[in-house]
């Protein structure tokens, strides 16, 4: 069945490093991708997304990266700082109506050494 | 900042036990979600709720499961008779709109659920 997966389930980052978390998807008919930051008891934040259209977006101190030739997915923050210690998840979905549901991967879960 | 707001935080209930849980979305937001995450997994798609009425559910969403918006702020998820696997984390989301790219969903805190 179709599904989006993570390479790596846990990553350990020293603090003012870079990271680079990635995703792979398998549904060629995905439209938009997103990464969402999940805090322990909170509920998934949203960082940053991507329309299929694009191979790069930045944000603050966020990029994420698609190539869809290998549908791969991948987030990198820059710099990292304590607070980005979190659970990160990808995530897909259509663009049309009546297929808007997120399809959530795994999670990565960052850890930032100080 | 706007943000969608869920009670209970958390609810231990028997099982065999109703369960409402609530949800206040955004307020100009029209598409509402639910969804849930039993611990250590990944977040997984309930229903989506549109124009007062459901737009999508997925399997697990069964008979037992129902969604209301009984009036202009709340959205609600009902759990007929709970069982030990509904035991998750259950989240509201909601939109602005549907089917457009940029169509951030923006999640509530949660709701953590313990059937016991």
């Known amino acids: 069945g179709e599904s989006v997966g993570l390479h790596l389930p846990t990553l350990s980052v020293q603090e003012g490093d870079n990271s680079i978390i990635n995703c792979a998807y398998s549904n060629s008919a995905s439209d938009y991708f997103i990464w969402y930051k999940q805090e322990s008891g909170k509920g998934p934040q949203f960082i940053i997304d991507i329309r299929s259209n694009m191979d790069k977006r930045q944000g603050q101190r966020v990029t994420v990266l698609l190539n869809k030739t290998v549908k791969h997915l991948s987030l990198q923050i820059a710099a990292t700082q304590p607070g980005d210690s979190a659970v990160y998840f990808c995530a897909e979905r259509g663009l049309n109506f009546g297929n808007e549901k997120l399809t959530f991967g795994t999670g990565t879960r960052l850890t930032i050494i100080p | 900042e706007p943000e969608v707001t869920q009670t209970p935080s958390h609810q231990v209930t028997q099982m065999g036990q109703e369960v409402i849980l609530r949800c206040v979305p955004i307020s100009n937001h029209l598409y509402f979600y639910w969804y849930r995450q039993i611990l250590g997994q990944k977040v997984e798609f309930l229903v989506s709720f549109y124009n007062n009425e459901i737009s999508e559910k997925s399997e697990i969403f069964d008979d037992q499961f129902s969604v209301e918006r009984p009036d202009g702020s709340n959205f609600t998820l009902k759990i007929r008779s709970t069982k030990l696997e509904d035991s998750a984390m259950y989240f509201c989301?909601?939109?602005?709109?549907?089917?457009?790219?940029?169509?951030?969903?923006?999640f509530g805190e949660g709701s953590w659920l313990t059937v016991v």
């Open positions: 989301a909601s939109s602005e709109v549907r089917g457009a790219a940029g169509n951030t969903i923006y």
